[in-house]
């Protein structure tokens, strides 16, 4: 139904890569845009830097045309996410997963990533680091939520900015807003990029977010994030306020077994498609103990994991 695929990259630099330490990928925006731009661009043979903005538009800032999105912008058909694999932060690995259409473009990917890593990476004074790039691996993913699972552990590794009442979630991630999040996103993704069913799509919106008002929700550990950055390229301000942390959700999680399965893969809420709501889920049952964290020594660590490391 949703085709997903992770493409693994390595950058690497003589120098410290200045990215956001809350949230790295979110310096990487403006990078990843304009070497898209730029690869698009001469595959179109299109010389003028506006025709470059304008296709640069087209491709990473789809707008909502359709009915499938509840907002200015169209869903994008990726994720990008990652974390420094190194003390000195001269080496950071990032993770970018296409779904649906997009995951048959892997080699376009790898194009725009070399342009990416060509132009240079990272912000203030050392904006624009060349770097060495290397293609750490490329696999379909097979996501899977067991059906019997009535305990959910679910660690947020980077700011999750999702509102409950109109507010955004500082302290604890409720499952029920969470929950809503995902199936709306979920359904986005599949309406636009994959391959939908028959189903009555509308009546399993309501029903699946009707099935998450029952699960209990309690925060075991976490704190609320207050960050932003500054864009070199223009100046604004983005917030990447959120929480951090680790919730329990306890209840009958088999009608929502299908969208959770997704929840590590697409992520959800604000700033999702560049690295915002990164979670792993551990699912508990008298049966079963299933954990979806990766466990290669490839895997990229969280800034404020790194950051521990270091000091031990």
């Known amino acids: 139904m949703l085709d997903i695929r992770q493409l693994t990259y390595e950058f690497r630099s003589d120098f410290r890569l200045r990215l956001n330490q809350d949230l790295p ?80 473009l892997e080699t376009l990917t790898d194009l725009v990533v070399e342009r990416m890593a060509t132009r240079g990476v990272g912000g203030g004074r050392h904006f624009g680091v060349p770097c060495r790039l290397r293609k750490l691996d490329s696999q379909p993913m097979d996501p899977h939520f067991p059906n019997d699972a009535d305990r959910l552990l679910v660690d947020f590794i980077s700011p999750t900015r999702i509102k409950s009442e109109g507010e955004l979630c500082h302290r604890d991630v409720p499952f029920y807003p969470l929950a809503a999040r995902l199936v709306d996103r979920f359904h986005e993704l599949v309406q636009t990029y994959g391959n939908p069913d028959d189903r009555d799509w509308s009546g399993w919106r309501i029903a699946t977010k009707q099935a998450g008002e029952a699960i209990q929700s309690l925060r075991l550990e976490g704190k609320a994030t207050h960050a932003r950055r500054r864009s070199t390229r223009t100046g604004g301000v983005c917030e990447l306020s959120g929480f951090v942390g680790r919730m329990l959700y306890q209840g ?61």
């Open 25 to 104: 990928t979110s310096t990487l925006r403006g990078a990843l845009g304009y070497a898209m731009a730029d690869v698009l661009a001469y595959e179109h043979s299109l010389p003028v830097e506006r025709d470059k903005i304008e296709l640069f538009r087209r491709y990473f800032a789809p707008s909502t045309s359709n009915g499938n999105g509840n907002r200015q912008d169209g869903v994008r058909p990726f994720v990008i996410r990652g974390g420094f694999t190194d003390p000195s932060q001269r080496s950071f690995t990032m993770q970018m997963l296409l779904f649906g259409q997009a995951a048959q």
């Open 252 to 312: 009958n999680f088999q009608p929502l077994s299908e969208v959770l399965a997704y929840l590590p893969f697409i992520h959800v809420g604000k700033s999702a498609p560049f690295g915002c709501g990164w979670c792993v889920l551990e699912c508990v049952s008298s049966s079963t103990l299933r954990t979806d964290r990766p466990t290669t020594d490839s895997e990229p660590r969280s800034p404020s994991r790194c950051a521990k490391e270091t000091a031990v």
